[in-house]
């Protein structure tokens, strides 16, 4: 079972900071999807504005037929019960050992035996990792201990949608290995609709169907995993190859003189901290252990993209015809012979943007152009 989450002109400030504007996207269902962007772009408030625990200005968010946003604060209650969520500081209860923490939704939720309870959770706790633990403390274990303890409670009522914030945070490189495995296996499991907040280029890169991107308070991009991934967008480009060169500072923003200070320095010949690679390009998506079930969503994902192929810009078309075995190819009709995977990006040229039609526009939303004051409209 999963669910569709649409969300339509969704705007949030926090009295008169503004956060972000106008955010249009649609989960697809079954579909696992993430979300990039800077700290401080407001990636956590855009997931607890999902789950009815931040109020958003204007907009709406729709599960099942129910706007998160204007509903009853009974259907709130109701709809909370298809959402697993991972919060970014785990948010356990400090004074409940691991168990009852995990234990905790199941006890809120649901009219389940402790026998029961017992198997689920103890379950879960295996899933993540942290089978012997359940006796700890949250103030006992470490940070990336926490972290999978909150993914285990996320995952108690087999939800139809799951949101992590930043699962990856605190986990040393090899667990964040097993961690998009388990997402996506986890994904194959139970087809839930899933939404990660990460700044992993390596898990944006390999977990996903769809990729995101928020920054100067809008969505610069959302849509198929191939569009992002090839980017020529100088803030995508920037983020995927985690460069100091680009729109993004510090504090978010850079000024011209700042960038031409950068582009000079790099361009005397000094490094500016990067291997220097092009991390663009269409590398292959994580696929179930086997032994799992084939993910629902992806089939389903596939039939979508080749839907609004069309839509999509050149390199992402390329990447995702690649990705098409024969079979496929010739279900699909689109021709040429199967080259693999992991193209390099063949030098972007200027090319026309993919003029949305009215279908498209949740697929590929509105680009900002950079020197807009603050982000705004032009
Ligand atoms: N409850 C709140 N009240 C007022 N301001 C808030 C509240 N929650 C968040 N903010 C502000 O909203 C902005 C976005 O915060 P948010 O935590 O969503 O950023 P983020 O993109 O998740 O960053 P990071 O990548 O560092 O986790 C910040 O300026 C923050 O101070
Ligand atoms: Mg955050």
């Keep these: 079972m999963s669910a569709e989450v649409v969300i339509e002109g969704l705007t949030k400030s926090f009295g008169k900071q503004a956060i972000w504007r106008d955010v249009s996207l649609t989960l697809p269902p079954g579909e696992v999807s993430v979300m990039l962007g800077p700290s401080g772009t407001g990636k956590s408030v855009f997931l607890k504005s999902m789950i009815g625990l931040l109020k958003p200005d204007r907009g709406s968010c729709v599960i099942n037929g129910v706007d998160i946003v204007t509903c009853s604060e009974a259907k709130l209650y109701e709809t909370r019960k298809l959402f697993g969520v991972l919060f970014q500081d785990g948010a356990l209860f400090g004074s409940m050992n691991l168990y009852d923490n995990v234990a905790f939704p199941l006890r809120e939720h649901t009219k389940k035996s402790e026998s029961e309870i017992k198997r689920i959770v103890l379950e879960k706790l295996d899933l993540t990792g942290l089978q012997g633990a359940e006796g700890k403390l949250p103030g006992e274990i470490s940070g990336g201990m926490r972290k999978r303890a909150g993914l285990a409670r996320a995952l108690v009522l087999d939800p139809e949608i799951i949101l992590c914030d930043e699962p990856d945070s605190g986990l040393d490189p090899v667990r964040t290995a097993y961690l998009s495995q388990l ?18 280029i390596n ?54 003189a700042q960038m031409a200070r950068e582009q000079a320095h790099v361009e005397a010949g000094h490094a500016d901290g990067t291997a220097g690679e092009d991390m663009r390009g269409v590398v292959p998506q994580l696929v179930p252990t086997p032994g ?60 026309p943007r993919p003029q949305p039609g009215p279908h498209d526009t949740q697929e590929i939303a509105r680009v900002p152009e950079p020197g807009w004051p603050g982000g705004g409209r032009p």
């Design 183 to 200: 997402l996506i296996d986890l994904n194959a499991q139970i087809d839930a609709t899933i939404l990660i907040v990460t700044h992993n």
């Design 292 to 351: 799992l079930p084939p993910r629902q969503g992806e089939r389903r994902r596939k039939d979508r993209v080749m839907k609004i192929l069309h839509t999509l810009p050149p390199v992402a078309q390329q990447g995702i015809i690649a990705s098409l075995t024969d079979d496929e190819r010739r279900h699909y009709g689109v021709g040429g012979a199967r080259t693999g995977f992991a193209q390099p990006v063949a030098q972007p040229s200027p090319r």
């Design 203 to 256: 898990l944006a890169r390999t977990v996903p169907d769809n990729l995101g991107m928020l920054f100067r308070k809008e969505l610069v991009m959302f849509g198929p995993r191939e569009v992002l991934l090839t980017s020529d967008e100088p803030v995508v480009e920037q983020f995927l190859n985690g460069r100091r060169l680009g729109p993004i500072g510090m504090s978010e923003e850079k000024d011209a």
